[in-house]
């Protein structure tokens, strides 16, 4: 399995962007998936997860209601849409991969993780 994240980018406070995550590998739809953020200096935090068929999600308090989780099973993709940013978000962003229903938050349950996408909101 591999993973790589890509839409990352430098947007203002207020803007927003969309992260897109691809999976390469067998059984997508085996895999529940996940977004993190590692800040400088910070440990790895979760911020959302969608179930392997995506009838449940789970968010960090910090972006309910602004942030997005979505995935395309017919494409073995996986989004995380980002609205209302603010300066607090700017982050290094991850997807991973869980073999299992989900969603979770616990990072240790993902196996898988791809590289990291730059996020930087600017106040």
């Known amino acids: 399995v591999q993973l790589q994240a890509s839409g990352g980018g430098l947007v203002q406070a207020g803007g927003s962007l969309k992260l897109t995550c691809q999976f390469s590998g067998r ?3 085996g895999y529940s998936m ?3 953020r590692q800040a400088p200096g910070k440990e790895r ?10 009838d449940a999600t789970d968010y960090t ?6 942030f997005t989780i979505s995935r395309d099973n017919t494409k073995n993709m996986v989004y995380l849409q ?5 300066p607090e978000d700017t982050a290094v ?9 989900g969603p979770t938050a616990l990072r240790d349950e993902y196996r ?12």
């Open 82 to 86: 980002m609205s209302s940013l603010k």
């Open 27 to 29: 059984a997508f739809r």
């Open 34 to 36: 996940g977004w993190f």
């Open 93 to 101: 962003y991850y997807c991973a991969a869980n073999w299992g229903l």
């Open 112 to 123: 898988y993780r791809g590289q990291g996408t730059q996020v930087t909101v600017s106040s």
């Open 61 to 66: 308090d910090s972006v309910k209601g602004r």
């Open 45 to 54: 935090d979760f911020v959302a997860a969608i179930s392997l068929s995506a």
